[in-house]
């Protein structure tokens, strides 16, 4: 189906041990999102591709991070930028070839690098072969039992086969128009009608997905982000719901087409087929879901290794919330033995630098740049707070240097699809995914030689990598500050919980081994103790000589007690 080079001769697998030292890196890892076409542009099309990524690994080795995760970079009409796969094994022309992909892998090991993959196994797009040879078969075709083909409700068929919701907007089903001309079946897709969803009940399906998983892991991929994790499997019957306005429901209930129990079989399987190869491969499970306790059942030691954690990201920046999220996510991931994982920001949800610049409550899409300088100040100490945490961290692209969401892009260049539909997700996506600032000037700063697919703003260049580079105090030199400082002391990342400290209202405090950190999330200054001599703090800390330390407003301090 691809017209691509073939695929590279599989990467020894004794190499890929060899990227990392350690046993069970991924327990702690911090992990950097790749979203490749907003990353670097190498041949100035205005859109980033793998070479780009390529060139820029140095960047991300010298950052400190564990592993890169890409988002979806195969062959892909791009109806849902890149989330609607035409061809699982083969990479789509604007982002290069199967030889970029095994360049990448290649030179990322040799930098001390892991690369984690996004996998799409919830829906494909249209524009995959199974689902055109579906239409052009007609009814009765066995490629339909692949997808969830029904017939409608209504004298004439002209009803959807249930009440069920795009997450993008608008009813989940569309109907087809047949090879003689006449209406016909209709087709689920739980988000854009470019994205029919996959029946999981049908075992070429599983077959499929199983090869998928082979042939990348042959060309040395160290594991699988796994998207809509928690959608494969529908309720037997596809019952309505009963209810509209549903995507008010998610994270509130387990639905007929989210969270079902048998997705978990599935993951068993996979997770057989992982541990055959060497090198200590990881899952991670994008699973929305109603708790952080049914998380969980995603990371039992017989399924995926870890899962992001969706409770924490929607958390307002306010201490009792945050002790409360974080209390529950390791008390919930202690029983199945995984790690916890933190997040901050991704390529769905607003930037945390502007999330934190609004007042609390607005969820996470939001449309308003809010005040700037209090949301970097709070996102600066919201991510010394996390990396302090027990666990696993998630760093997106250009969070590093303190991006805001760009939340003035006119109509006309908007690319999300939710945007179009306009009924479901507020569809706002596409001002996280502008393309990242390197340089002070230059047409795209730095992105590459041809602009960008998305209108960079004016001033980005003074929040690019070279604005930020060697000063004291920028985002930029904080995360690295942060990151090597994580690595090179035992009692951060590791373990399962935290010792949590006396401290004033608004303010957390805990200690893990010799090391506290304290977090003011209060709009003003704070004194607390000097636990020790200061590690790294997201603003200017005082010490008094009473032996207090003196946090700004929206201020985190690591201190070491050594």
């Known amino acids: 189906m691809s017209q691509q080079p073939a695929a590279p001769a599989p990467t020894p697998t004794s190499a890929v041990a060899t990227v990392a030292k350690r046993r069970d890196w991924w327990r702690d890892a911090v992990i950097y999102q790749v979203y490749p076409r907003s990353f670097a542009d190498s041949n100035g099309d205005g859109m980033g591709d793998l070479e780009g990524v390529r060139s820029r690994l140095p960047y991300l080795r010298d950052l400190g991070v564990d592993a890169v995760w890409?988002?979806?970079?195969?062959?892909?009409?791009?109806?849902?930028?890149?989330?609607?796969?035409?061809?699982?094994?083969?990479?789509?022309?604007?982002?290069?070839?199967?030889?970029?992909?095994d360049a990448l892998i290649r030179d990322a090991r040799e930098l001390?690098?892991?690369?984690?993959?996004?996998?799409?196994?919830?829906?494909?797009?249209?524009?995959?072969?199974?689902?055109?040879?579906?239409?052009?078969?007609?009814?009765?075709?066995?490629?339909?039992d692949r997808y969830h083909f029904r017939t409608g409700k209504g004298e004439n068929g002209e009803l959807p086969p249930n009440d069920w919701e795009s997450i993008f907007g608008g009813p989940a089903w569309t109907r087809v128009t047949e090879p003689d001309g006449a209406p016909g079946e209709w087709y689920l897709h739980l988000f854009a009608p470019e994205q029919p969803d996959f029946n999981w009940e049908h075992p070429a399906v599983g077959d499929e997905f199983r090869s998928v998983l082979r042939f990348w892991l042959d060309m040395g991929?160290?594991?699988?982000?796994?998207?809509?994790?928690?959608?494969?499997?529908?309720?037997?019957?596809?019952?309505?719901?009963?209810?509209?306005?549903?995507?008010?429901?998610?994270?509130?209930?387990?639905?007929?087409?989210?969270?079902q129990d048998g997705v978990h079989e599935i993951y068993r399987q996979w997770r057989l087929i992982l541990d055959e190869?060497?090198?200590?491969?990881?899952?991670?499970?994008?699973?929305?879901?109603?708790?952080?306790?049914?998380?969980?059942?995603?990371?039992?030691?017989?399924?995926?290794?870890?899962?992001?954690?969706?409770?924490?990201?929607s958390t307002e920046w306010?201490?009792?919330?945050?002790?409360?999220?974080?209390?529950?996510?390791?008390?919930?991931?202690?029983?199945?033995?995984?790690?916890?994982?933190?997040?901050?920001?991704?390529?769905?949800?607003?930037?945390?630098?502007?999330?934190?610049?609004?007042?609390?409550?607005l969820g996470t899409q939001i449309r308003t740049a809010g005040d700037r300088e209090a949301g970097l100040r709070r996102a600066r100490a919201a991510t010394l707070l996390m990396l302090a945490l027990p666990g696993s961290a998630y760093v997106y692209q250009g969070e590093e240097l303190g991006l805001p969401d760009v939340v003035d892009l006119p109509d006309e260049v908007r690319q999300d699809p939710a945007y179009f539909r306009g009924a479901g997700q507020d569809g706002f996506r596409d001002g996280c995914r502008v393309p990242i600032p390197w340089t002070c000037e230059g047409s795209s700063y730095g992105f590459g030689d041809g602009g960008s697919w998305l209108p960079q703003p004016s001033g980005w260049g003074e929040l690019s990598v070279e604005a930020q580079q060697g000063v004291t105090g920028s985002t930029l030199e904080l995360y690295r500050s942060a990151?090597?400082?994580?690595?090179?002391?035992?009692?951060?990342?590791?373990?399962?919980?935290?010792?949590?400290?006396?401290?004033?209202?608004?303010?957390?405090?805990?200690?893990?081994?010799?090391?506290?950190?304290?977090?003011?999330?209060?709009?003003?200054?704070?004194?607390?103790?000097?636990?020790?001599?200061?590690?790294?703090?997201?603003?200017?800390?005082?010490?008094?000589?009473?032996?207090?330390?003196?946090?700004?407003?929206?201020?985190?301090?690591?201190?070491?007690?050594?």
């Open 112 to 144: 001390g690098l892991r690369i984690i993959v996004d996998l799409v196994p919830n829906h494909s797009s249209d524009q995959h072969e199974w689902f055109k040879r579906a239409l052009r078969e007609g009814p009765g075709s066995s490629l339909r």
């Open 318 to 361: 306010d201490a009792e919330q945050l002790r409360e999220v974080v209390d529950r996510t390791l008390e919930a991931m202690r029983p199945v033995g995984a790690p916890a994982t933190w997040v901050l920001s991704n390529h769905d949800v607003t930037r945390h630098a502007t999330r934190f610049a609004n007042p609390p409550g």
């Open 221 to 259: 991929v160290d594991g699988f982000r796994i998207d809509v994790a928690h959608g494969l499997v529908k309720a037997a019957g596809l019952p309505d719901l009963g209810a509209h306005d549903q995507l008010k429901l998610l994270g509130n209930d387990v639905m007929p087409f989210f969270d």
């Open 483 to 562: 990151l090597g400082i994580r690595r090179s002391r035992p009692d951060l990342g590791a373990g399962d919980a935290v010792e949590w400290l006396k401290a004033p209202a608004g303010v957390l405090a805990f200690r893990r081994g010799e090391f506290v950190c304290v977090a003011n999330t209060t709009g003003e200054s704070v004194t607390t103790p000097a636990y020790g001599p200061v590690l790294l703090a997201s603003g200017e800390v005082t010490e008094t000589d009473a032996g207090e330390a003196k946090l700004p407003a929206d201020t985190t301090v690591w201190f070491t007690t050594a």
């Open 277 to 313: 190869y060497s090198g200590e491969r990881i899952f991670v499970a994008e699973a929305w879901t109603p708790t952080v306790e049914r998380t969980a059942n995603y990371v039992r030691p017989d399924e995926l290794h870890q899962a992001f954690n969706f409770q924490y990201l």
């Open 70 to 101: 890409l988002s979806p970079f195969y062959a892909s009409p791009q109806a849902d930028a890149g989330y609607d796969v035409a061809d699982y094994r083969a990479v789509d022309p604007m982002f290069g070839n199967l030889l970029d992909a």
